[in-house]
């Protein structure tokens, strides 16, 4: 498990466990979750259907590449500064 993989070229730290950004879309709480069909981790928002996994074609091989792509992608769509 102390095996993760960086399918991204570009990917920087990885965000540890625990520390998901707010939705991209909606400001609430997203939650780590375990697709058991596809056997890859996913981040879903509680709220809307923002999703970043599998079901939104993507796959993980660990709970620190779902977050890290969703950090990552909340701060892409957030214009800081
Ligand atoms: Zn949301």
Known sequence: ????????????????VGSLLPCPFCGKDAELKHSIVFH???VRCSMCPGTMGTEYGQHF???????AAWNRRANNNLTVG
């Open 1 to 16: 498990m102390d095996n993760p993989k960086t399918t991204d070229a570009g990917l920087c730290s990885p965000a540890p």
């Open 40 to 42: 890859s981790p996913v």
């Open 61 to 67: 091989d660990t709970d620190e590449a779902a977050i």
